[in-house]
């Protein structure tokens, strides 16, 4: 069994910063790929970014230089880096892992980005 934790969310104005991290445990001897989702109210969940075990990411156009993804294999986290946040960016995000061949998700941290 694999669990997912994210910290990180709150409340932040627009043009703020937040960063967010969500840490995999469990029994397993290394996560694959890892990703943030994000769901906001009455919205279908979209992926926001992803990373692969060798640290290839891979964006929704929407937040390219915007976000920034990265991973610590040693500590089995994903970060999330969020700047220049907007309304529109308010939603649930999500983390998912990968693990021999088996996705997970977290239970979500709120991003609430105030005008």
């Known amino acids: 069994q694999v669990q997912l934790v994210e910290s990180g969310g709150g409340l932040v104005q627009a043009g703020g910063s937040l960063r967010l991290s969500c840490a995999a445990s469990?029994?397993?001897?290394?996560?694959?790929?890892m990703g943030w989702y994000r769901q906001a109210p009455g919205e279908q969940r979209e992926l926001v970014a992803s990373i692969t075990r060798s640290k290839r990411t891979n964006y929704a156009d929407s937040e390219k230089g915007r976000f920034t993804i990265s991973r610590d294999n040693a500590k089995n986290t994903v970060y999330l880096q969020l700047n220049s946040l907007k309304p529109e960016d308010t939603a649930v995000y999500c983390c998912?892992?990968?693990?021999?061949?088996?996705?997970?998700w977290g239970q979500g941290t709120q991003v609430t980005v105030s005008s």
């Open positions: 998912n892992a990968e693990v021999q061949g088996r996705n997970y």
């Open positions: 469990g029994s397993f001897f290394f996560v694959d790929g």
